[in-house]
């Protein structure tokens, strides 16, 4: 009784395999015709990135600048306010760019 055996692992594997291949035909390709668009949708998310880097280094010199502080008390609290507006600023320009 030498008969052949198959592995059970085989199977899984192909059923895994069956359940993803139509996942892979669900998503969808960029059209050719539309590469205008994504260049100006890649300049603007550019743009946004620098702005966003910009921005970043401003806090973080605000920052520096706050621990080093020499003032009031009340002129501390003001500087702290800014920096979270500042701060504010940056998450919501890191929203706006998420959406491209």
Not at 59 to 77: D, L, S, W, Y
Request: glycine content about 4%.
């Amino acid at each position: 009784m030498h008969g052949i055996r198959f592995r059970r692992p085989f199977l899984p594997l192909l059923s895994l395999l069956a359940l993803l291949l139509p996942m892979g035909w669900a998503c969808k390709m960029p059209e050719s015709g539309s590469s205008s668009a994504s260049t100006t949708s890649s300049v603007d998310q550019a743009e946004l990135t620098r702005k966003m880097e910009d921005k970043k280094a401003e806090i973080q010199r605000k920052e520096e600048e706050i621990r080093n502080m020499q003032g009031t008390e009340q002129e501390k609290i003001d500087a702290v306010n800014e920096l979270e507006k500042m701060r504010q600023e940056l998450n919501d320009m890191q929203d706006s760019g998420s959406k491209y």
